[in-house]
Each structure stands twice: as C-alpha cells, then as structure tokens.
C-alpha cells in the first residue's frame, strides 16, 4: 500500500529521530553521554578524512622526496603499492569501528580489545595518536604555509624567509581555529566542499597537464625510471633502498584517515557511516591520487631543474615548466586551496580526539579540555589546545627546518603506531563480535596484511633517508629519538599521574557508566 505524500516528511522525521535514538543509545552502551552535536552525514564523514589525507596536499609537499628516493617509478609504482597495504589497515580499523563508534577511537578501541592490563594498552595508544595528530596538523598547516608562501613569491615576488614562512602557518592555523569553533554545522559544509574541491581540483590540474604541454615524457620513462640523489646505493629483499625511501611520500599523504572515527559522535547512523568513511577514504584517494601523480610526473620538462627548483616545491615549477606562468600559478592556487582544508579538517578532528582523551582524565587540565560549547556543540576548549600544540611543534621552524623536521618526524610512525595496535588486539582477542560493518571471511587475512605491512614501515622510515644519516648531520633521522620520546613521556606520565587517574578520577558529566566500567 502506498503511503500518502502528506505523510511522508512525518514519517521521514520520525526515522531519523529512531537512527539518532540508534546512536545515542549505542555510545551510551560504551560508556559515553551524548554531547556532541550529531549532524553529520555519513557522506560529510567521508570528506573529513578524504579532507586530512588531501592528496593535493601530501603528495605536493613531499613530492621531492620521491624524485629524490627512487624517482618516478617510487612515484608512479610506489603509490598503488603502498595504497593497498594502506587500505588493508583501513579496512582493519574500519572493522572495529563499527563496533566502537566513538570520538576517542583507537585508544577506546585498544582498552575494550587488550585482555589484560586494559587501561595501560589505552594510555599508550592515546599518547601516540594525540602527540602524532598534534604533530601531524602542524606539519600539514607549515606545508600549506610553504605552498602559498610560494604562490605569492611567484604572483607578487615576496621575499619567502623562515619568519615569513612562519607567520603565513600562524595566520593559517588561527583561521582553522576559529572556523572549527563556529560549530560543526560549518565544518560539515567546508568539509563537504573540500571533498569536491579535491576531486575537481585533481582533474581540472590533470587536464591542464595533459592537454597544454608540447610534449610529455613517455609511460615507459614515467613507470620505470629510476633516480637516487639519496648517497645510498644498496639493495634490501632485491629492492633498492632508494626506492624504499621514496615510498614516505606515499605513507605520509595516506594518514589522517582515522578522523573518521574521532567524528563518529557527530555522525548518523555512526556504527555503518564512520567504518565506511575511513574505507572510502582511502579508495577515492588511491584512485584520484595515483592519477594526479602519473599526470603530473609524465609533464615534467627537466627533471634535475624541476628538482632543485629556487621555489622549494618542485611540483610547482613542473606546473610553470609544463603549462606556462599563468596555468602554473593556477594550479598551484588549486592545491593550496586544498591544503588549507586539509588542514583544517585535522583540526577537526584532532580536537575530538583531544575531547575524548580529557573526559577519560588523560590529560594535565583534563577537566578544562573535555568541556563542550552548549551552544556551537563543539569542544571549543580542545579545539585551541590542538592549534596551540601545534604551533609550538612548529617553532624550532624559526631556526631550523631540521629541527622541525625531527619533531614532526612522530606524524606518520606514531600514528601508524596508534592504528595498528587495536588491530593486532582485535586479531589476538577471540571474543571479538564484528559490528554491522565488518569484512568477514576476509577479516583474518586483511588484519594480518595490515599487522605486517605497518611493522615494515615502522621499522624502515626510523633509517635515514639521506646518507651518511649520522647523529649530528642534517641527514640524521630523529625519528626513532622522538618515537622514543613519546614512550618515555607517556610512561612517565602513566606513573605520575595516568595510573591514579585515567579512566577512574574523571571529569564529572561524560559517562553513563562507573570510570571502571569504561573498558568492560
């Protein structure tokens, strides 16, 4: 029997008052009250992490890496390659999600899935996954800061300085700040148009690039040439590790993809539409990205000039090389564009994370940091102590990009570090009862794949990139110094303070269970 239309707006508002009933009712199960506002649509949770990932953003700033380490095969190759064992991670921690659709995600996730010692295994995740967000934003805003510092040394000859550079990020982080704080309706909308500025963007710069240039280079020169400009010429397991080093362009653009579960408390319909935007994500990303950078690597014109570009951003003078003055500049203006909502959404979704980590009594001023605005629905409060961390990450920019560069070397391995964990838990933890998203048959071998896949990084992206690497050479890696950083401060922090207080003296007005209660 058909229903009358006159009925149907009534009946459609009663079925998205039960799916809202749904969600609060399911994170009250986990432990958690309904403060957030939950406006979000499953699509505008896509956009948020399609947002952070930002293939206009990553793989423009760090594109020098790859022509360096391995040249274009690491990057017309090394993309695709890495985009699968990525998705396999994705798809792992998509998998819990659903079961765990909460703002604080991986640490959450860690506590509910480790057998025993529950909140130690949360602590350490959620350190991991703060520090490496707050690590990760400042360096997606200080790139944006070098992408338009370099636009407008090209349109209008402003001298680009350490200080210039750095007031550019400070501008930069301070509108993501307030334009966060203005509620989530309006992060909904920017997200949203971030989505398909991305997708637009992309083919708008790949269509530039395929049809301006006189000539291109050939699709045997893009997939196979081989260049190193690392000073390390060996091999490890038949690959070089020139090449190896070259697949970080890839790893660090495929990161951020678990903001999908820090918004999970603003989605409809969380338990399916957050799992399925951290997968997404990931695929449209695969897909849009590895075009981009076949597009883009095929115009190149004088691959050493491009290299050593006086711009600092090599893509940048492939576009001018490639489409003249003007289109060059164009699409520069497109990625940069993109890199401010990028790094706008990792605000966004740092500071969910930074709420949910203060009302379980993680962080000094927990109490402060885990309020929300009654009136906007956000965590204002954590908002701007996710953009003050990360301003004070990018300070020793001032003096030495070395020294940035050890400090936000944590982004990529910490919070792979963040995502893995739960899903290595999940594999060991028998009792585990998949949620309304889940991979089935496939979720054994997906979920090793990804255990695997992020060990081998972990363990390659702490070895230098650039010879000789030695402690107190511009080269050195600090990365393994500043992962081991974060576990000598979580764990000192668990003594002083996380053993005492963590999931057990908290903020008064989050839960609907006893603290003790958090973690089952």
């Excluded at 003249?324 to 605000?347: D, Y």
């Excluded at 792979?416 to 290595?424: D, S, T």
């Excluded at 997906?446 to 992020?454: E, H, K, L, P, R």
């Excluded at 393994?480 to 950083?485: F, K, L, Q, T």
């Amino acid at each position: 029997m058909s229903v009358p239309p006159s009925s149907e707006p009534h009946l459609a508002s009663r079925a998205a008052a039960a799916d809202l009933h749904d969600d609060e009712a399911l994170l009250a199960e986990l432990g958690y009250k309904q403060e957030l506002h939950r406006g979000m649509s499953g699509f505008s949770n896509f956009a948020v992490s399609f947002s952070i990932i930002s293939i206009l953003a990553g793989c423009i700033t760090t594109y020098y890496l790859a022509m360096d380490a391995g040249g274009p095969i690491a990057i017309s190759i090394g993309w695709p390659v890495v985009g699968i064992f990525v998705l396999c991670v994705a798809l792992a921690m998509a998998e819990i999600c659903s079961v765990y659709p909460t703002a604080g995600g991986l640490y959450y996730w860690a506590g509910r899935l480790a057998r025993r010692n529950k909140r130690i295994w949360a602590w350490y995740v959620g350190w991991f996954n703060f520090l490496g967000e707050i690590a990760v934003t400042a360096a997606i805003d200080y790139g944006a800061a070098i992408t338009w510092m370099a636009l407008l040394n090209l349109t209008f000859g402003l001298e680009v300085t350490a200080t210039s550079t750095f007031v550019a990020f400070l501008v930069i982080i301070a509108l993501h700040g307030l334009l966060n704080t203005f509620g989530v309706n309006l992060v909904k909308v920017l997200s949203n148009v971030s989505a398909w500025w991305h997708v637009i963007g992309v083919a708008v710069i790949v269509g530039i690039l395929w049809l301006v240039p006189d000539q291109h280079q050939s699709l045997t020169w893009t997939f196979t040439e081989f260049r190193n400009e690392t000073g390390f010429d060996f091999a490890i397991l038949g690959l070089p590790y020139a090449f190896l080093v070259g697949l970080l362009m890839a790893q660090y653009t495929y990161t951020g993809y678990d903001a999908s579960a820090h918004v999970a408390e603003e989605t409809k319909g969380a338990a399916v539409e957050a799992p399925k935007g951290i997968v997404r994500s990931v695929w449209v990303s695969i897909i849009a990205g590895w075009i981009l950078l076949v597009s883009v690597t095929a115009a190149i014109q004088d691959y050493d000039a491009q290299r050593a570009t006086e711009t600092g951003l090599p893509p940048a003078q492939i576009f001018i090389d490639a489409a003249g003055a003007g289109l060059g500049k164009f699409m520069l203006l497109i990625a940069a564009v993109a890199q401010f909502f990028c790094g706008m959404a990792s605000v966004t979704a740092n500071s969910r994370m930074s709420f949910a980590f203060s009302r379980d009594n993680a962080l000094p001023g927990s109490r402060w940091w885990s309020k929300v605005n009654p009136r906007t629905g956000t965590p204002t409060n954590s908002i701007w102590l996710c953009v003050v961390g990360s301003i004070v990450v990018a300070l020793p920019a001032l003096w030495s990009i070395v020294a940035y560069a050890a400090v936000t070397s944590i982004a990529v391995i910490g919070l792979y570090i963040a995502y893995v964990v739960p899903v290595f838990l999940r594999r060991t933890h028998p009792e585990f009862r998949p949620g309304r998203w889940n991979l089935g048959r496939w979720s054994a071998p997906i979920g090793w794949i990804a255990v695997g896949w992020v060990a081998i990084i972990v363990v390659l992206f702490m070895l230098p990139a650039y010879a000789p690497g030695t402690w107190g050479d511009d080269t050195f890696n600090y990365a393994p110094v500043a992962v081991g950083v974060v576990i000598v401060f979580a764990t000192v922090m668990w003594f002083l303070v996380g053993r005492h207080h963590f999931m057990r003296d908290v903020p008064e007005g989050h839960d609907t269970k006893a603290p003790s209660e958090l973690l089952g």
